[in-house]
């Protein structure tokens, strides 16, 4: 338990020594989880963005537990991309930020290092959180082509929940 809390500590001061200065107002708090019907608009959406540019591509939609709600792997999309597309997500929820924002911390090196410890975070961009009533409700993650294919149809799965 000691262990964790100390994990925990580091990994709060890492964020706040290396992420763009965010106030705690700007972030939506946690809420209820995503709803099944909520998941599937968003799924949709990000399926059709994927779809229509032919990009074989995995999208996992989690809630506000961190608890899969669904996960599509498209046909011809590269196996990875199921465990990279739920990293993601998981770090979007996590961290309350687009998981973009934590490949930029590493990447600046320093403090940023930090993430790499962690498990089930994917610091690499396609992840996004999921509000619904100013509350974080879920997140998607997206994976399969180059990071900003990626978070194109991230995008388009989160702007679904609007």
């Known amino acids: 338990m000691t262990m964790l809390r100390t994990l925990a500590g580091a990994c709060v001061f890492a964020l706040l020594a290396v992420l763009p200065a965010q106030s705690q107002n700007t972030q939506p708090p946690y809420g209820p989880p995503i709803t099944l019907e909520a998941a599937k608009k968003a799924m949709a959406a990000a399926e059709a963005e994927a779809a229509k540019n032919n990009w074989p591509m995995a999208i996992a939609i989690i809630d506000s537990g961190g608890h899969l709600v669904m996960l599509h792997r498209m046909d011809n999309t590269q196996l990875s991309s199921v465990e990279l597309s739920t990293g993601k997500a998981r770090s979007a929820l996590y961290f309350k930020i687009p998981s973009k924002l934590l490949d930029e911390a590493i990447s600046g090196g320093g403090a940023g290092l930090r993430f790499l410890a962690l498990r089930d975070i994917v610091p690499l961009d396609g992840g996004l959180p999921l509000v619904a009533d100013g509350k974080i409700v879920g997140a998607i993650g997206v994976s ?12 388009a799965g989160a702007e679904a929940m609007k």
């Open 144 to 155: 399969g082509m180059r990071s900003s294919n990626n978070a194109q149809v991230a995008q």
